[in-house]
């Protein structure tokens, strides 16, 4: 079971501290510590306090952690835009297009080639709450179909206790599972009656790692049960079924499927990502400069760039190629119009890739034109702005379930910044909220996505001080 340690440090740091960021001797081992602060937004003003002050590398460390953080405290357009995830394909990957490929939905198709599987896997980018859509969407037809277990990466808690209670709190995993869509995968999960299984290990090498949680589903959900069907939501490459993302380290689906003879069905949702904000304009522009990289399409006019039926062009902007090409309004996988094999971009590696639709239409997600300066603790920190002008990914709606519910600041006073959470009133004060967001300052309202019943909402400063809270009821949409 992983380290529990929890550091007590609240966003108003002792002069100590400030004077070793300020020397540029804040370790990454520091970082690592830093992330399990129970004062999720004061972790947050940390590592925007301690940025400025890190060498290359470790600010590396940081904005990773801080994009964590983000997705953690609801910000979900800020996690992506603070730490953009560029996988680099393989140059000899050509293309897919209409019309020798087609769109079709996800979930129909995954689940289609679940039944004849004993062991699916999906992989996460943990920064970007939207890649754990699909593992929501797919927990009701998967058990329809006999799938039995679950088996989640940022699971600690084990027992009759969860079971019992039926929602995660704090102490039920890593810091990923205080993050609201993480915390419905493990509530929907119980509610659907599935096992759930924890399997990631105490922190040790990289190969240990992999052994160890292939070890675990194989020995908790394989050996001792034929009828045994495990669904496995994972991060990155720990889905893939030979070496290569993770460089000589054999993943663990390899390994699992060395322990237990069976063909694991390896879905990914990160290497085919979501990096920076989609427009129609962008991406045409992504798909002209690929097909300017054909040697036999060079020196034609622009209006001329189509694909092709044959077209082999390489993989130059995947993400945004693809999203021009099929224009998916929820996950999508591509079909071979032939033979009606599923596209993947590693084929060794994993066995589909699935493509998510942009996350917001609103072409200044990212943009950096300005600072927010934050108070803190009788300092300034310096932040960007709300993505997308605090417009919320219309992601969240998580396919018509919630409802928009109108939040203002005036619910932090004059405390800024200010985390607004909303839990289920039927659960405990350390119950993983239903959602979340941060006031970086005074400014317009916004509003949390929830689904119809009774709730309490709270404003929360930076040093973990309830500012406010009251009581909330709300409905179902209206038809």
Not at 82 to 104: G, M, V
Not at 228 to 245: N, Q, T
Request: charged fraction near 25%.
């Amino acid at each position: 079971m992983r380290s529990r340690r929890f550091v007590a440090m609240a966003c108003v740091l002792a002069a100590a501290s400030l004077h070793a960021a300020a020397a540029g001797k804040v370790s990454t081992g520091q970082l690592f510590e830093a992330m399990r602060n129970p004062n999720e937004l004061g972790r947050y003003c940390y590592l925007l306090q301690t940025l400025p002050q890190l060498a290359p590398a470790d600010a590396m460390v940081a904005r990773q952690y801080l994009a964590f953080s983000e997705s953690e405290l609801g910000l979900y357009g800020e996690a992506v835009r603070d730490f953009p995830l560029k996988s680099r394909l393989p140059d000899d990957i050509a293309a897919p297009t209409p019309p020798n490929w087609e769109a079709t939905d996800a979930v129909e198709a995954i689940a289609g080639l679940a039944a004849s599987h004993r062991v699916v896997m999906v992989n996460e980018a943990h920064h970007d709450a939207h890649t754990r859509l699909l593992t929501l969407e797919l927990l009701p037809r998967l058990r329809a179909i006999g799938y039995t277990h679950l088996a989640i990466e940022a699971l600690v808690e084990d027992g009759d206790s969860l079971r019992k209670r039926g929602y995660p709190v704090a102490a039920s995993g890593t810091e990923y599972l205080r993050e609201p869509v993480y915390g419905q995968i493990v509530r929907e999960a119980l509610r659907l009656g599935y096992v759930l299984v924890p399997y990631d290990p105490a922190q040790s090498s990289p190969q240990e790692r992999e052994q160890s949680q292939a070890r675990t589903l194989y020995e908790k959900v394989l050996s001792g049960d034929p009828q045994a069907k495990l669904l496995v939501h994972a991060g990155y490459a720990h889905i893939d079924k030979a070496p290569g993302r993770l460089g000589p380290v054999q993943p663990m689906a390899e390994r699992l499927h060395r322990l237990s003879g069976l063909d694991i069905l390896s879905v990914d949702m990160t290497d085919v990502h979501e990096d920076e904000p989609y427009n129609e304009l962008q991406a045409s522009r992504a798909v002209v400069n690929a097909v300017r990289n054909d040697e036999a399409l060079r020196g034609k006019p622009e209006t001329l760039l189509t694909p092709t039926r044959d077209s082999r062009r390489p993989l130059r902007d995947a993400y945004n190629q693809i999203v021009a090409q099929f224009h998916p309004r929820g996950p999508i996988v591509l079909r071979n119009a032939g033979d009606g094999s599923l596209w993947s971009a590693r084929p060794r590696l994993y066995d589909v890739n699935v493509i998510l639709p942009p996350a917001s239409d609103r072409i200044s997600s990212y943009a950096r034109d300005r600072v927010v300066s934050i108070n803190v603790g009788g300092g300034s920190v310096v932040a960007l702005p709300p993505a997308a002008d605090g417009h919320r990914p219309g992601w969240m709606t998580l396919d018509g379930r919630r409802v928009p519910v109108a939040i203002g600041p005036e619910i932090c006073g004059q405390r800024f910044p200010c985390l607004v959470e909303a839990r289920l009133a039927a659960e405990s004060d350390d119950a993983v909220a239903a959602d979340r967001y941060v006031f970086l300052e005074r400014g317009p309202a916004n509003v949390l996505w929830l689904q119809p019943g009774a709730y309490r909402v709270r404003g929360v400063g930076p040093e973990g001080k309830v500012l406010s809270e009251r009581a909330l009821q709300v409905a179902a949409r209206a038809n």
